[in-house]
């Protein structure tokens, strides 16, 4: 006999035209649908677990057929059919479209007798569908997907209540069999996962462990984006590794603000958005660009719990298995989180593995480079006396004639002055890298200071026959600064250029004037005590020194105005120096608000100093004389005062010192007294009330301040008001500062020139 429902359904009956619509859908329709979906049951084979439960359904209520029948959108798919051969028929075709409507058991007893039944095509036909029962499959989250339902061609009795019970215990375990398959499922496909993934990123580290398990986690979870981001402060992630499409692509960084990240890192949990993510983070333009519809992120903590990144995954369609996402971020986030933390460690290890490399490079060169300059210091501090002692022991032997002996003395006088200038570069140099450089300001015309410096280097440049040359330009207005130091700089270039340039070679000098050049701080500040306040210049004056010498070397030239620097450190190097002058000549550019540059083509071509100095903006008003003689470069010569009959008391523990100042004041006409010690001389202070004291400060058992202390605690008329100066080799303006405060008048660095003490005693006496 033919099939009833077979028969019902099959496409070749005639529906009658009294038929009655399809039966309307249930108001939950697309959310059944996606949890039946989520069940991934349809078209599968039969299963033993349901078979027997349709088998004892049909045995206990003595029906022909039973059927556990799942319904999508178009049709009822049988999973277990007993007694029925067919897999499926259509929706509009089967009883069980109709149970989806009722929230309990749907029982017809008769079809042909049921108004809604009636006009059907499966109760119409021979011998038709006459009996129904169909207990709903519902899920633990309320979603009705089909039915465990009781088929017969002949009418039947309604059910009893127990027999309904029991129609609805065995459609409950036809839903746990379901729940059962499905978790079955899960660990199933989380075992091959975490297997897939586990073996993929087992052997890898570092960078290759996040790349190798973001691209395994795409294809596992079957997704389009994984990523591992880093925060790099509370609102900025950098990932580390991101995979699109299953291949690796550029890192990015980008604010978390308005982002699911930031709820990641804010809950410090695992946050998941299984759809429509766009809807919860509008702002999100990622989100918008990369079309993502989900997103699961878990925080990456540290050993002491705090957020180090994030571990997530983005798609573009909904999640269809959000545990196993969760699960496997969840499994690997620890692994990651520990990756994470020894990758910063051993980044760590090797940023300080670097800096102590270069900080035991820099130390081993400022070894070398002390051990150097020690050796180049001795040499240059020795050279000069060697001429200096042999001729004097000459001078001693009274063998020499006139000619000889003015040659002698002359020696002795340039090597000196040598010895006194590397010192005195050596004590800038000291001042400088403490901040203690200071100039003595006031409105200068640069004229001067380089036609002194001309005048300095002239007899150096003769003797190697260097043509220098000079070009100023007179509307260069004046600059505010220390004259001295203004012509130890030009000194200090026209020197090396000089020194550096071969017999017959030339120097240029030129100073030209430039407005509106620049609207920039032209200060580095290399050094403390150097300016480091913006200016903006809006002209300067251009002093440029140029030489055709023996050039400096690219390799060289970044150094060139570093302390200690020489192109050539070895003892067999060709010039002398300490390699100090253009450390000093860029500190004294930068005092003044300058700069200071360098520029050579390379050994054999020359080099080229430039310097630029901030023109002052507004002229000072002074008596036209005067700017007159500045403007010409005329020198002023001043008569050196005699000391004709003036008392000097001499206090030096040094006898040589103490000889040397007793004749060249003598030779100026003062009666000299020279002790050795501060106990003779707080006698003779008292004893011969001198008019003007000069002292030694570093002397044994009693230094010089102890003495002018005891001096200014004597009675006025036993010499506690004499007039005092400081002539000591301790130069600093610290030590200046100190000696004027414990009551000397006035502070004189050793070396001195007779006539500039000579003029410090008469002008301390004349205040007198």
């Not at 997530?312 to 909904?318: A, C, N, Q, S, Y």
């Not at 190697?464 to 004046?478: A, C, M, P, W, Y």
């Not at 507004?618 to 005067?626: G, T």
Request: proline share 5%.
């Amino acid at each position: 006999m033919q099939n009833p429902i077979v028969a019902a359904s099959s496409p070749n009956l005639e529906v009658s035209n009294n038929a009655l619509n399809p039966p309307l859908l249930p108001p939950n329709e697309a959310q059944r649908l996606e949890a039946l979906r989520r069940y991934n049951i349809l078209d599968t084979p039969p299963e033993e677990s349901f078979d027997r439960i349709t088998t004892l359904a049909a045995r206990l209520f003595e029906v022909p057929i039973a059927l556990v029948s799942l319904v999508d959108e178009y049709r009822a798919w049988f999973k277990s059919s007993y007694g029925f051969d067919t897999p499926e028929v259509s929706r509009e075709s089967t009883m069980c479209s109709f149970a989806l409507l009722y929230n309990d058991i749907l029982i017809v007893p008769d079809t042909r007798s049921d108004p809604r039944f009636a006009c059907m095509p499966f109760a119409t036909s021979e011998p038709g569908l006459r009996f129904y029962a169909g207990a709903p499959l519902v899920t633990q989250d309320g979603f009705n997907l089909g039915t465990l339902c009781l088929l017969d061609s002949k009418p039947r009795l309604k059910l009893t209540s127990s027999e309904e019970a029991t129609l609805k215990d065995l459609a409950a375990m036809v839903v746990d069999e379901l729940e059962l398959r499905l978790a079955a499922h899960k660990i199933a496909q989380m075992d091959v996962a975490l297997i897939e993934v586990t073996q993929g990123v087992s052997a890898a580290i570092g960078q290759e462990f996040f790349s190798s398990l973001v691209q395994h986690l795409t294809k596992a979870l079957d997704v389009n984006f994984a990523f591992i981001g880093e925060l790099i402060d509370p609102d900025t992630i950098k990932t580390i590794a991101v995979s699109a499409q299953r291949k690796i692509v550029e890192n990015i960084e980008y604010t978390v603000i308005n982002t699911p990240c930031h709820t990641v890192i804010e809950q410090r949990k695992t946050c998941f958005y299984p759809s429509n993510i766009q809807a919860t983070f509008p702002l999100d333009d990622f989100l918008v660009e990369m079309e993502v519809e989900s997103y699961i992120g878990t925080p990456l903590l540290d050993s002491t719990g705090a957020v180090l990144g994030i571990l997530g995954v983005l798609d573009t369609k909904p999640f269809e298995n959000v545990q196993l996402a969760e699960s496997l971020l969840t499994i690997f986030a620890t692994r990651a989180s520990t990756e994470l933390e020894r990758s910063r460690a051993e980044e760590e290890r090797n940023e300080l593995l670097v800096r102590e490399q270069a900080a035991r490079e820099q130390a081993e060169s400022a070894n070398r480079m002390k051990d150097e300059f020690l050796a180049v210091v001795s040499h240059e501090l020795r050279s000069p006396l060697n001429p200096i002692l042999g001729w004097s022991r000459m001078l001693l032997s009274r063998k020499l004639n006139p000619v000889t002996t003015t040659k002698a003395l002359e020696a002795i006088e340039r090597n000196a002055k040598l010895q006194a200038e590397l010192i005195e570069d050596l004590l800038d140099v000291s001042r400088m890298m403490r901040g203690k450089l200071s100039l003595q300001v006031c409105a200068v015309n640069l004229r001067q200071p380089i036609e002194a410096a001309i005048e300095t280097v002239q007899l150096a440049a003769e003797a190697k026959n260097i043509k220098v040359e000079k070009f100023i330009d007179s509307s260069t207005n004046l600059i505010s600064g220390d004259a001295n130091r203004l012509q130890q700089i030009l000194w200090n270039l026209l020197s090396n250029a000089i020194k550096f340039t071969p017999e017959g070679g030339q120097v240029k000098i030129s100073l030209e004037y430039s407005e509106n050049a620049t609207q920039e701080n032209i200060n580095n500040g290399s050094y403390p005590g150097s300016q480091k306040k913006a200016l903006i210049v809006n002209s300067y004056a251009q002093i440029t020194v140029s030489d055709t010498g023996k050039g400096i070397s690219a390799e060289f030239l970044p150094y060139v105005f570093e302390r200690f620097r020489q192109a050539d450190g070895a003892t067999t190097r060709s010039q002398s120096g300490l390699g100090l002058g253009l450390a000093i000549v860029r500190h004294l550019v930068e005092l003044h608000g300058g700069t200071v540059e360098v520029d050579s083509a390379g050994e054999g071509f020359g080099a080229t100093f430039i310097v630029k100095l901030p023109l002052m903006q507004v002229q000072p008003q002074a008596n036209n004389s005067e700017l007159i003689l500045e403007a010409n470069g005329n020198k002023v010569i001043m008569d050196i005062p005699t000391l004709n009959g003036l008392q000097v008391l001499i206090v030096d523990d040094e006898e040589d010192t103490r000889f040397l100042l007793t004749i060249a004041l003598e030779n100026y006409g003062a009666k000299v007294t020279a002790v050795s010690s501060a106990t003779e001389a707080l006698v003779a202070v008292q004893e011969l009330m001198p008019d003007v004291l000069v002292s030694d400060i570093g002397m044994p058992n009693e230094d010089g301040y102890t003495l002018i202390r005891k001096i200014r605690a004597l009675e006025p008329e036993k010499g506690g008001k004499i007039p005092a100066a400081a002539l000591t080799a301790y130069a600093r303006s610290e030590d200046s500062q100190k000696a004027i405060a414990l009551g000397f008048q006035k502070h004189i660095a050793k070396p001195v020139e007779p006539a500039e003490l000579v003029a410090v005693i008469a002008s301390l006496a004349k205040a007198n």
